[in-house]
C-alpha cells in the first residue's frame, strides 16, 4: 500500500510558477513509476507527466512540454512537478500518481487526494 500526499498548490498569475511536492509513504519508492494528472472543473482527468522509477524517462502532455518539468527524489520519497510560465487553463486539481514497476500513463495503481492549482488571468 502506498499513500500519496500531495502539496504546493495555491493562486498564481498567470505567467508566474509553481511546484508541486508528492510524498510517498513506504519503502518501496523506488519500485514505482510515478506522475501527475489534473482535471479541471466539467472535464475528465487528464494525464500531465510522469516519470520512472529511476528518473532516466521522463513523458509529458503536449499541453504543457516546455513549461512542465517532472522529477523525483527517491531518498526523499519525492516527486515534484515544476510548473513554470502557468496559463489560465492550467488551472485544476492535480493529483499525484503511482504504479508500481510500470509507468502511470497507461494506468495507476495509487492516487493523491489532489492540490487545488488556480492560474489568474
Known amino acids: 500500500q502506498v499513500r500519496l500526499v500531495e502539496s504546493g498548490g495555491g493562486l498564481v498569475q498567470a505567467g508566474g510558477s509553481l511546484r508541486l511536492s508528492c510524498a510517498a509513504s513506504?519503502?518501496?519508492?523506488?519500485?514505482?513509476?510515478m506522475g501527475w494528472f489534473r482535471q479541471a472543473p466539467g472535464k475528465e482527468r487528464e494525464f500531465v507527466a510522469a516519470?520512472?522509477?529511476?528518473?532516466?524517462?521522463?513523458y509529458y502532455a503536449d499541453s504543457v512540454k516546455g513549461r512542465f518539468t517532472v522529477s523525483r527524489d527517491n531518498a526523499k520519497n519525492t516527486v515534484y512537478l515544476q510548473m513554470n510560465a502557468l496559463k489560465p487553463e492550467d488551472t485544476a486539481v492535480y493529483y499525484c500518481?503511482?504504479?508500481?514497476?510500470?509507468?502511470?500513463?497507461?494506468?495507476?495503481?495509487?492516487w493523491g487526494q489532489g492540490t487545488q492549482v488556480t492560474v489568474s488571468s
Open positions: 516519470i520512472s522509477w529511476s528518473g532516466g524517462s521522463t
Open positions: 500518481a503511482a504504479r508500481l514497476k510500470g509507468t502511470v500513463e497507461v494506468g495507476v495503481d495509487y
Open positions: 513506504g519503502r518501496t519508492f523506488s519500485s514505482y513509476g
